[in-house]
């Protein structure tokens, strides 16, 4: 089923959103890590979003838990997503809070991508797929903390987030 896109606001900011998120994706340079993760998000007026990833990062894995939230929405929504991580050097600077602006308008399903930051200089470029019903125009901010203690030897390439996302029970 395509997405359903009802809330011309929502377009116009989306369409915003979108040209300037792909011009600063063309300067990123190459992806250091690669995170796979599943979120809930729930709204009423406010919102708060909730899950956990995987960052794959050089021959190993690590547990990832994901918090936040934005305001301006209603719904609930189920996000997977894959996210490519630039100018991550130590893995602590992947930790911190992440900012972006985010218009989503999901029935049924839907999708779409957004470009976050650090205040570690930590970029993420993230493509997402959405189910639920959920409107939401908001400036979100995702609080992102690695677990470096749990990190497996395993690589990530090759591998689509959907098989980690199974093989890591993060659905």
Known sequence: MRPVFF??????????????????????????????????????AGGYSWGKGRLFYGTHSYPVRIRGGGAVGIGYSHIRGDGSVYNLTRLPDLNGTYWAVKAEATMARGGHWAVMENNNNINIKVSAHTSGAHLSAAVMRLTLKVDPSLGDDVSGEGKSCKMALAQYHLH
């Open 7 to 44: 809330c011309i606001p929502a377009l116009l900011l989306a369409g915003l959103v979108t040209t300037q998120t792909a011009r600063a994706a063309d300067a990123l340079g190459q992806p250091m890590a690669r995170l796979c993760f599943s979120l809930k998000s729930v709204a009423v």
